[in-house]
């Protein structure tokens, strides 16, 4: 009985002494990733740590001040032990002593927030189909408000994190700003804040972007105020429920197109009468649509102009249309509320057509008209199949999505549920490009802030200090030919060939 009391005993001393040594190791392991071999203040505290050393090792003095501090370590016994030895083997024992210890002093800060923070993601229970938990490996606190966490998350995809933000934000006490894979797939990156977002942001405190036209605002996000080129996306989405900021944002989008760039046209669809989109239509470079049948025969109109571009850009072996050089504009095609334009109806035979033939242009224009240079923005409360057909969906870059009352619409903009739980806070919205997810206070611009600046946008079109090349192309629709669907380019190319016609009959 004794001899298994003892073996216990023995056995448990020895597990005990095994963590000992596994905690000693993780923390050390830590502190010895810190160190950096390159850096000349690393080379500054070895050298200063040596002559420490040296200094208290020249004689043999200091083992009987340890003897005092530590009477159960340096007992008479190990004293006697390095007062044998030869001084440059106590030296040598000491550095190494000190070097033992001072691993886990520099790891110590990293492994509690590395284990403070895998406490908090385990919190999650998210396992991998092996039965794996994602393993946190590295916390760099970036500022006083923000942290990187690194996770090691074999077999877990970053959606199935982007579904528990709600969760994950109790859990750690901030706020996660972003969520992306990092270069090696099997690790990802976690930026979190403890600043909250403002609960309204003017349209005037958004940077201008005069020096990158067509751009717009989206609006201030944790990390800084957010823009976007629309050449790059190429076509957006904005949606939201009613009274969440959806109308607010599509106007300033406007606006900030108009102010940063020249050399640009919209082409607005409002089918509830233009009522929304009335203050634009004052400008020369806008044109509002009203009606399914303008609507259908505009869109006829500016799929024939895409054409015509390309036949330019295959006859000029070039790969996509550059205002300055093709003297060409950009185009805009907003669609306000394009479930009134998009939703399939049985009833009205003639609206049913209008509806039919619309769809399929907009499915032809999102494929391909992004070399032309043709761009769409299209804004709905929902999104589903009947409203904006799922081919157009796919060729949509950029969502800005704002509050969702449910799990399935946020699932059908952002294929996660951040919209749902979004704050009620007017505004407050979540933009989405590609796979990263960012959320964001949209800038406001008030009706009478709106008309001011379109005011002051016509008084710069009439003086000539805003330009476009034009012509707009027509309301009516133009038959068959795409050759009367025509831009300032193509007529300055008809009136060289005429001159230098003339020039030759006059020689």
Known sequence: MKKDKSNEAAGKLFDALGKLFMIYFDISYYGIKKIKVKSAMTWFYITLALMIIFSLTYNYDFLVILNKILPFAFTDTVIEFFVKLSWVKYF???????????????????????????????????????????????????????????????????????????????????????????????????????????????????????????????????????????????????????????????????????????????????????????????????????????????????????????????????????????????IIIGVDEASVLYTKVKSDSAKKKYITEARELTDELSKLSRAAGIHLILATQKVTKETIDTKVQENIGGRMCFQMNTLQGSMTVLGNKMALNLPDIKGRGIWASGNKFTEIQAPFLSEDELETELALLGKEYESKTKTFFGPMVALEKVEGEKKKVITKASENEKEKKNGSSEDKTNG
Do not use: W
């Open 92 to 330: 040598l024992l000491f550095s190494l002593g000190a070097l033992f210890l001072s691993f886990p002093l520099i790891g110590a800060r990293e492994y509690k927030k590395i284990k403070s923070y895998q406490n908090d993601f385990n919190f999650l229970s998210l396992k991998a189909g092996n039965g794996t938990a994602p393993k946190v490996i590295r916390v760099i606190e970036v500022d006083d408000y923000k942290t990187k966490v690194f996770l090691k998350s074999e077999g877990i995809g970053i959606d199935r994190y982007q579904s528990k933000v709600s969760d994950l934000t109790t859990a750690l006490g901030q706020i996660v700003e972003d969520i992306r894979p990092c270069k090696n797939p099997k690790f990802v990156e976690f930026s979190l804040t403890k600043k909250s977002l403002a609960e309204k942001v003017s349209y005037y405190e958004m940077p201008e972007s005069k020096n990158s036209p067509y751009t717009f605002s989206i609006g201030e996000s944790l990390g800084g105020f957010l823009t976007q080129d629309i050449s790059t996306l190429p076509h957006m989405l904005i949606a939201g429920t009613t009274g969440g900021g959806k109308s607010v944002f599509f106007k300033q989008t406007l606006v900030s197109l108009l102010k940063g760039s020249n050399n640009i046209q919209l082409y607005l669809l409002d089918l509830k009468k233009g009522v929304e989109m009335r203050p634009f239509e004052d400008l020369p470079n806008v044109k509002v649509i009203k009606t399914e049948k303008d609507a259908v025969n505009v869109l006829k109109n500016l799929r024939n102009e895409m054409d015509r571009r390309f036949d330019y850009l295959e006859e000029n072996k070039l790969k996509e249309i550059s205002p300055k050089r093709d003297k060409m504009d950009k």
